[in-house]
């Protein structure tokens, strides 16, 4: 390696410690792009958020990409004119991040709201919202929160997150899907820019397309988010290092990976540590570990996992192409092996672990984000069966060791929330999923897309007959769903827009679900 590229990844590594920690550094310690215009048209965002600390995002969009490195004022305030000053400091956007801005901000009050902005030079950024949760083991009376995920830009409009902003929540949890790297669809509503999504430049202009929408922007400006990634962020099927299918084959899989998960930090309120070998470890290969737990106060619990970095590949797809397909179990005898997994055996020691703490059992709810639906979907009416195999029921015995784990160790009320399928399903999570008698040990809500097309309610009777842990599916409706908690109770509404097509489409309450703590039966509201 070169001198020059050594200071260079020293000086990269450098700029995202001072970046992270959100130093306030004088401007004279770093060079000064000349900024014209207005750099913050991609918006601004919080995320990742504990009971005293948030991270803090923008990227600058910038004419030259290969600017010089740009300070960026930031402030933290305890009311919306910035009146009353919390914190402020500076953190420098260099080109290695795609000027990105990664604030985390250490040391603010339990339980409460601030205001945020970002300047340069005379440019200001819209003012963002955001929160800290309560203080692990405080008494908490409520968590209001709205799952998301799949918001494929050329299958409609983001009309949903309009109508989100007005549910009055505390957190969006966004399970995967943030971006799509095709080039476009068939009677496509919007038609994104560049083609297939394959270098870390594409996955740049593909974020910053998303970025550029309004609704989502004013979105991500009204409260944190927490988030994790599906397949499309990366390629379509993928599983772990094993590619997946769609599109121009990638010479080197790895390191379009490795671009893509840059592309995803850049972008995304994440915190630096997910990071762990650093940015230049990921085209080593290192993990990007985004998967973690946090408490808000005693009345949750919030695991966010990741059921795509680790996982391995899908087993009997038809014709053995890469990617998913349906599969008969009774074809295919590694369907069930015991050595397979969706989360990696490091994920699922930690997740065992987790739920065997304290914490697991004195919270009075424990909710899981994860990709995709867990409860078992048999396809086939009658006898045998037709699973997917790019979901849990790809994954029969990684399925069961996550069910066992809640019932060994009596977790409090699990909750699971997933995406990834383009349709509601609501239901029950069983300790047996081919038993229909055996009991259930929690509740599961899988969200349709924000946008992104599925197959119309045509089988869904059928489907609903053929697996009774099931209460609830939709396979037309897009939109959210939106979470309300209290010590007592979980209520879930799920809420969806009139038409993806329109712009200004409304949105109307497709169902409202209840369930009682202690109970993990699902009501209808």
Same mark, same amino acid.
């Given at each position: 390696?070169?001198?020059?590229?050594?200071?260079?990844?020293?000086?990269?590594?450098?700029?995202?410690?001072?970046?992270?920690?959100?130093?306030?550094?004088?401007?004279?310690?770093?060079?000064?792009?000349?900024?014209?215009?207005?750099?913050?048209?991609?918006?601004?965002?919080?995320?990742?958020?504990?009971?005293?600390?948030?991270?803090?995002?923008?990227?600058?969009?910038?004419?030259?990409?290969?600017?010089?490195?740009?300070?960026?004022?930031?402030e933290?305030?305890?009311?919306?004119?910035?009146?009353?000053?919390?914190?402020?400091?500076?953190?420098?956007?260099?080109?290695?991040?795609?000027h990105?801005?990664?604030?985390?901000?250490?040391?603010?009050?339990?339980?409460?709201?601030?205001?945020?902005?970002?300047?340069?030079?005379?440019?200001?950024?819209?003012? *963002?919202? %955001?929160?800290?949760?309560?203080? @692990?083991? &405080?008494?908490?009376?409520r968590? /209001?929160? =709205?799952? +998301?995920?799949?918001?494929?830009?050329?299958?409609?409009?983001?009309?949903?997150?309009?109508?989100?902003?007005?549910?009055a929540?505390?957190?969006?949890?966004?399970?995967?899907?943030?971006?799509?790297?095709?080039?476009?669809?068939?009677?496509?509503?919007?038609?994104?820019?560049?083609?297939?999504?394959?270098?870390?430049?594409?996955?740049?202009?593909?974020?910053?397309?998303?970025?550029?929408?309004?609704?989502?922007?004013?979105?991500?400006?009204?409260?944190?988010?927490?988030?994790?990634?599906?397949?499309?962020?990366?390629?379509?099927?993928?599983? *772990?290092? %094993?590619?997946?299918?769609?599109? @121009?084959? &990638?010479?080197?899989?790895?390191? /379009?990976? =490795?671009? +893509?998960?840059?592309?995803?930090?850049e972008h995304?309120?994440?915190?630096?540590?997910?990071?762990?070998?650093?940015?230049?470890?990921?085209?080593?290969?290192?993990?990007?570990?985004?998967?973690?737990?946090?408490?808000?106060?005693?009345?949750?619990?919030?695991?966010?996992?990741?059921?795509?970095?680790?996982?391995?590949?899908?087993?009997?797809?038809?014709?053995?192409?890469?990617?998913?397909?349906?599969?008969?179990?009774?074809?295919?005898?590694?369907?069930?092996?015991?050595?397979?997994?969706?989360?990696?055996?490091?994920?699922?020691?930690?997740?065992?672990?987790?739920?065997?703490?304290?914490?697991?059992?004195?919270?009075?709810?424990n909710?899981?984000?994860?990709?995709?639906?867990?409860?078992?979907?048999d396809f086939?009416?009658g006898?045998?069966?037709?699973?997917?195999?790019?979901?849990?029921?790809?994954?029969?015995?990684?399925?069961?060791?996550?069910?066992?784990?809640?019932?060994?160790?009596?977790v409090?009320?699990?909750?699971?929330?997933?995406?990834?399928?383009?349709?509601?399903?609501?239901?029950h999570?069983?300790t047996?999923?081919?038993?229909?008698?055996?009991?259930?040990?929690?509740?599961?809500?899988?969200?349709?897309?924000?946008?992104?097309?599925?197959?119309?309610?045509?089988?869904?009777?059928?489907?609903?007959?053929?697996?009774?842990?099931?209460?609830?599916?939709?396979?037309?409706?897009?939109?959210?769903?939106?979470?309300?908690?209290?010590?007592?109770?979980?209520?879930?509404?799920?809420?969806?827009?009139?038409?993806?097509?329109?712009?200004?489409?409304g949105?109307?309450?497709?169902?409202?679900?209840?369930?009682?703590?202690?109970?993990?039966?699902?009501?209808?509201?």
């Amino acid at each position: 390696m070169s001198t020059a590229t050594l200071i260079q990844r020293r000086q990269l590594l450098q700029s995202l410690a001072a970046a992270g920690a959100g130093l306030y550094l004088p401007l004279s310690a770093w060079a000064q792009a000349k900024v014209a215009g207005n750099p913050f048209t991609l918006g601004i965002a919080s995320g990742s958020p504990t009971h005293d600390s948030v991270v803090l995002w923008t990227r600058l969009a910038l004419q030259n990409q290969d600017a010089a490195p740009v300070a960026v004022r930031w402030e933290v305030a305890h009311d919306d004119k910035f009146s009353r000053i919390v914190q402020k400091g500076q953190a420098q956007a260099v080109a290695g991040l795609a000027h990105s801005v990664h604030v985390e901000v250490q040391g603010l009050e339990p339980d409460r709201w601030y205001f945020y902005r970002f300047a340069v030079g005379d440019a200001l950024s819209a003012t *963002g919202r %955001t929160r800290t949760f309560p203080a @692990p083991g &405080a008494e908490v009376a409520r968590l /209001r929160l =709205a799952y +998301a995920s799949c918001q494929r830009w050329d299958h409609g409009f983001y009309s949903a997150y309009r109508h989100m902003r007005d549910e009055a929540l505390d957190l969006v949890i966004f399970l995967g899907d943030y971006i799509y790297e095709y080039p476009g669809a068939a009677r496509a509503v919007r038609v994104p820019t560049g083609g297939w999504v394959l270098t870390l430049d594409d996955y740049r202009q593909r974020y910053a397309l998303h970025k550029s929408d309004a609704e989502l922007q004013a979105m991500h400006a009204a409260c944190p988010w927490m988030v994790t990634w599906d397949d499309h962020e990366v390629q379509n099927d993928y599983a *772990g290092l %094993t590619p997946g299918d769609g599109g @121009p084959p &990638a010479p080197d899989f790895a390191a /379009r990976r =490795a671009a +893509a998960y840059q592309a995803f930090y850049e972008h995304m309120p994440v915190r630096a540590s997910v990071l762990t070998q650093a940015m230049a470890g990921l085209a080593s290969g290192a993990e990007m570990r985004i998967y973690h737990r946090v408490p808000y106060g005693r009345l949750a619990s919030l695991y966010m996992l990741d059921a795509r970095q680790y996982k391995d590949a899908q087993v009997c797809t038809r014709d053995g192409k890469a990617g998913s397909s349906s599969l008969n179990p009774a074809h295919c005898a590694t369907w069930n092996d015991p050595a397979r997994s969706m989360l990696g055996l490091q994920q699922e020691r930690w997740l065992d672990a987790e739920w065997g703490s304290a914490a697991a059992r004195e919270s009075s709810w424990n909710l899981v984000g994860q990709q995709s639906l867990l409860g078992q979907r048999d396809f086939h009416r009658g006898p045998g069966q037709t699973f997917w195999n790019d979901g849990w029921d790809g994954y029969a015995a990684a399925r069961t060791r996550f069910t066992n784990a809640l019932q060994k160790h009596v977790v409090a009320n699990p909750v699971i929330l997933g995406g990834d399928v383009h349709e509601n399903w609501v239901g029950h999570v069983k300790t047996d999923y081919a038993d229909a008698a055996s009991a259930s040990i929690g509740t599961e809500f899988c969200g349709t897309s924000l946008t992104s097309r599925s197959n119309g309610n045509a089988k869904i009777p059928e489907y609903l007959a053929e697996n009774p842990h099931f209460v609830f599916a939709d396979s037309e409706r897009k939109g959210y769903g939106v979470v309300e908690l209290t010590p007592r109770s979980l209520t879930t509404t799920l809420r969806v827009v009139d038409d993806v097509a329109r712009a200004d489409s409304g949105v109307q309450t497709l169902a409202k679900f209840a369930v009682q703590a202690g109970r993990p039966v699902v009501e209808k509201a």
